[in-house]
């Protein structure tokens, strides 16, 4: 290493260098659109959503209750045993203040990302998604929230049928 | 190689041109569990190691083997995924029990090409950015360049390419689960839509969805668990230019070296005789006939003559394609080269109903890995 | 698990090399796999035709923008005519492309095998992170947008909450890696900073900051890997791959415990049992533990068994993870200092571990003549650990 020290390749450029055309470039926007089968599971715990309900799944031999649902427990390799309703209820496992999009994007009002765990299932058991309605600094780990809907019109089957969770 | 590992659990899904009602998660759980009761293992308890193969681009998901562990039964495994053709996973898995460091090891390949709303620029997003991608030209333009340039060197032609077709969507009529069997004429093909001359549509596999899922086990392994392993016996793999500028347009250099590498640790030395079937890639008709070349089971520009004289039919002296190929069964994106082993193994051990061929002991499987690549696999497998 | 540890065959790391990590490189992809893997040959004078397969290892293909990206750096990376394969398990693949290479050649089927390592962020626009949304699930992540910060975020958030830790603890991290890499001629983010500096740089998302974070990055590194006989013939100084160990934990990440990386654990003792390594502590020598966040170095260094849960951050106040401390912990700078081009800064961990075993690494040598190191990277969704341990 020590010998081929000055010689190490790789050079670095400005983004001038490329704004300015002094090294070209070719650029491409890629066409990949997907549409992807929810299946059974999924299928379901959209349905629900649209309907406002959360759902979850249990297994009886490990006697975990999970959400997001899935057909089998991964942790068994064995076929989940039963569908019920959860509160849509939870509390805050850990949070974050953001102040960037998912693009990079400086935000005026930071987003607010949570792992939420919903009531009703085995512990640590949550899901992804985001606090509304609060001061961000006086979110804490541990605080109870309950999920804010879009109007029933409004729902389409998605994860974004719930708009975000608030502090009760 | 000798007997030091073997298949000895094979399940799968599909295959069909949709399959909306499963997930991929759902798709590839149906096809693990059928595996998993194939070869008698308890996945959370047996299997030291697992391998899958994806592409991001064709999941809609960047790096994919985030999503692999839970419907495998691999949680807190070790798992990790090869982008490559099934057969590159499987070779990835069998290399791991060649160190010695693992028993059991699992492969999963799977297609949900139903899903990718834009196949066709997707697989042109793999052309090279700088020098091939701004031309814009549709991948299959690749296809026609080549079977042009095969079909000139080896004087094989479009009837004989065609026939192809005509035999591989016929096979699939006796597999109950391809999806594109079908009983069409020499005529329909050759009268069927141009799309990147000499290529026309009835030439190119059509896509399926599916899943295939294989248990891999060292000898002593595979002995106490099924009295039928399937031994591999060589496998080999190899890659040609990327680069379009430099490639062999005429023969399959990959397919060449990798069936050299396979065949020599299998100890075969004259494929026509010593291989008695193969499943070998079929992407478009003429991949069939230039792969047969490539593979040395036959000599250069034969190929067309052993089609015209029926020799690659389930009746003939090396069938080859008796499951459909991919043109009858599908082409099922990286799982395409485990269906192929799929085939194999069920032939080897008996189990092809209607299109059980007789006195077969060694099969070959190959499989490339489509446009634009030059990369391919190759199993040797023998009862 | 069951390893079958007689029988294994030795595979030896015998020939190192990279190119330097910038921001935005000149060089093509496959120029910069092509330098990697030419001044890693000319380490140990090997020839292209010498090299019986090339293993890849580049993360998700939304960074350079080619679909099949392997097969784009194929030939880049000396594949042509060649058993060429390409793994990956997220960030966790420049450590598992060492894996990679270590089963090809301890397969008895290859003396000696190229493992290459790329990766070229910058051309993805408007910028590399923006590629990272499609790691989320697709029906119940990414339609709430996810940045790729937030997990990172929330896992460290869960961290300092379990064990009562504050940004102070974990910014050491920060200041002594970018110290280390200070002395790194690769290095892109190399700095001499203080503890405030990290403290005062910008929220990004809380409790992550600016300089809490590597940089995006473009650059590769190639090692080549041989087999006994081989390494013997090729090197007096091989250094051997002892053993190596990797696990991925469920998808469901929201599922599990975030303060702990149990993966990595699970990784880090599948390695101790095949290296037949028992009090990991005492025995391993030196560390470079995956670092693409400041607390994520302590995070590894607990899942690794080298410090206890919660502590790692008491240790390195006491310098015990200095370059001359007891047990060096990412002494060439890691990803937060050298940089960041994913798969390839994986790797970077392994060569570096190489030059040192090999009393090679120049003003970053640490002292007292190591003789076992360990290397770890870790990925996808707060998912997969892999480890290799090397030694002398």
Redesign the interface.
């Known amino acids: ?2 010998k ?3 010689e ?8 001038e ?2 704004s300015q055309r002094k ?1 070209l470039s070719t ?2 926007v ?1 066409k990949a659109e ?1 549409a ?1 089968d ?1 299946g059974i599971a ?1 299928g379901r ?2 349905e629900e959503l649209r309907n406002g309900r959360l759902m979850g799944v249990r297994h009886r031999r490990c006697g975990r209750t ?1 959400i ?1 649902p ?1 057909i089998f427990c ?1 942790q068994c390799f064995a076929p989940m045993d039963e569908w019920g309703e959860l509160p849509d209820t939870g509390t805050v ?12 994007k400086r935000l005026e009002v ?1 987003e607010i ?3 939420i765990e919903i009531d009703g299932t085995s512990p ?7 606090l509304g309605e609060v001061d ?1 600094q006086q979110v804490k ?1 541990g605080m109870p929230v309950k999920a804010v809907w879009k109007p029933a019109e409004e729902r389409n089957g ?3 049928d719930i708009l975000y969770f608030q502090p009760i | 190689m000798q007997k030091q590992m073997a298949i000895v659990g094979v399940g799968y899904s599909g295959f069909s041109s949709i399959s909306p009602g499963l997930s991929y998660k759902e798709l590839m759980y149906e096809a693990a569990v059928r595996a998993y009761q194939d070869a008698g293992i308890d996945p959370r308890q047996d299997a ?1 190691g697992f391998v899958t193969v994806a ?3 064709h999941e ?4 994919f ?6 419907q495998l039964g ?11 053709d099934g057969i ?1 996973g499987l ?2 898995g ?3 029990i ?6 059991i090891v699992v492969v999963e390949g799977h297609s949900k090409a139903s899903n990718i709303l834009t196949l066709s620029q ?2 042109a ?2 052309l ?3 020098y091939n991608r701004p031309l814009g030209l549709n991948p299959y333009s690749i296809a026609g360049l080549e079977m042009q340039r095969f079909l000139h060197q080896t004087k094989n032609t479009v009837e004989q390419c065609a026939r192809v077709v005509v035999k591989n969507r016929r096979n699939a009529l006796n597999h109950p689960s391809a999806g594109h069997g079908s009983d069409i004429s020499l005529e329909d093909v050759l009268a069927s839509e141009r799309v990147a001359s000499p290529l026309r549509k009835l030439d190119i596999a059509p896509h399926s969805d599916g899943c295939v899922v294989f248990v891999l086990a060292s000898a002593d392994a595979a002995r106490d668990l099924t009295p039928q392993p399937i031994w591999i016996r060589g496998m ?8 379009l500028e430099q490639r062999n347009w005429a023969h399959a ?1 990959y397919a060449r ?2 069936a050299q ?1 396979a065949y020599h640790q299998a100890g075969v030395e004259k494929p026509h005789d010593e291989i008695d079937f193969a499943e070998i890639d079929d992407t478009f008709s003429y991949k069939e006939l230039q792969h047969m070349e490539a593979l040395e089971l036959c000599g250069e520009g034969e190929a067309g003559r052993m089609i015209d004289e029926g020799a690659t039919q389930p009746g003939g002296s090396l069938p080859i394609n008796v499951s459909g190929g991919s043109l009858g069964v599908g082409n099922l994106l990286e799982a395409s080269g485990l269906q192929r082993v799929l085939e194999v193994v069920l032939q080897l051990r008996g189990q092809a109903s209607a299109r059980q061929l007789k006195n077969v002991e060694t099969g070959l499987a190959f499989a490339w ?1 489509g446009l ?2 030059a ?1 391919g696999a190759a199993l040797v497998l023998s009862r | ?4 540890r007689t ?3 030795r595979v030896a790391v015998v020939g ?13 992809a496959q120029e ?1 796999a092509f ?1 990697a893997s030419r ?1 890693a040959l000319d ?1 140990c004078g090997l020839r292209i035709q010498d090299i019986g397969a090339v293993c890849l290892g580049t ?4 960074f350079d ?8 750096l ?2 880049g990376a000396g ?12 960030g966790g693949t420049g450590v ?1 492309s060492v894996i ?1 290479g ?3 050649v ?4 290859f003396d000696a095998v190229l493992v290459v390592c790329e990766e070229k962020m910058s ?1 993805c ?3 590399p ?7 989320f ?5 990414r ?5 790729l ?2 997990i990172f ?3 460290m ?2 961290y300092m ?1 379990k064990y009562g830790l504050s940004k102070k603890d974990i910014a050491r991290v920060a200041v002594k890696n970018k110290r280390n890499a200070m002395d790194h ?2 290095a892109q983010l190399a700095a001499e900073i203080t503890v405030e500096d990290v403290l005062n740089s910008e ?6 900051q600016r300089l809490d974070v590597s940089p995006t990055s ?2 590769a590194v190639a090692v080549i890997l041989a087999s006994e006989d081989a390494a013997k013939r090729i090197t007096d100084k091989p250094v051997w791959i002892k053993s190596v ?8 990440w ?5 303060s702990y990386p ?2 990595v654990e ?2 880090a003792r ?1 390695a101790y049992e ?1 290296a037949g390594i028992k009090e990991p502590r005492k025995e391993i020598h030196i560390v470079e533990p995956y670092d693409p966040f400041d607390y994520k170095e302590l995070h590894h260094l607990e899942g690794l068994l080298l410090a206890p849960k919660g502590e790692a951050p008491r240790l390195l106040a006491e310098g015990v993870f200095d370059r001359d401390g007891d047990l060096p912990a990412t002494p060439s700078g890691g990803l937060l200092g050298v940089g960041n081009p994913i798969a390839a800064a994986g790797l970077m961990k392994v060569a570096e571990l190489f ?1 040192q075993l090999r009393g ?3 003003k970053r040598q640490v002292p007292g003549n190591p003789r076992t190191g360990l290397a770890q990277a870790w ?3 707060m ?2 650990g892999t480890v290799a341990i090397l030694g002398v």
């Open positions: 290493m020590a081929i020290v000055r190490l390749p790789g050079l670095a450029l400005t983004p260098d490329i090294v650029s491409w890629p997907y992807w929810a999924m715990y959209l999970v997001p899935r991964e496992n850990t949070f974050s203040i953001c102040y960037v999009s998912w693009d990079v930071p990302p949570a792992v640590r058991v949550g899901i992804l998604h985001k961000p780990v998605a994860i974004t | 030291d592409e991001d681009f809609g998901t960047s790096i083997d985030e999503y692999v562990p839970d691999a949680v807190m495994r070790p798992v990790h995924t090869v982008t490559g590159h070779i990835a069998a290399l791991k060649l160190s010695g460091a693992m028993n997707v697989t997003y793999a090279d950015p700088i080999g793999w190899s890659n040609g230019s990327y680069s250099d070296q990798a590498m890995r634009p690549t990369s | 698990m069951a390893f079958r029988g294994l065959r190192a090399g990279m190119t330097k990590f910038v921001r935005r490189a000149q060089e093509t910069l330098h001044l380490s993360a998700p293909d939304a923008g080619v679909h099949m990206n392997g097969e784009y194929s030939d594949a042509y005519g060649k058993p060429f394969m390409r793994a990956y398990v997220g598992f990679q270590w089963y090809h301890a397969s008895g089927l051309s626009l408007p910028h992170q923006a590629a990272f949304l499609t790691i699930d697709h029906t119940t992540e339609p709430l947008k996810p940045n910060l937030w975020a929330l896992e958030n869960r909450q001629p690769a929220v990004l998302a809380w409790p992550v473009d650059g160990g990797w696990c991925l934990d469920s998808a469901y929201t599922n599990r415990d975030l149990e993966y699970r990784a599948m095949m030059w090679e690494a120049g990925g996808d969704l998912q997969v």
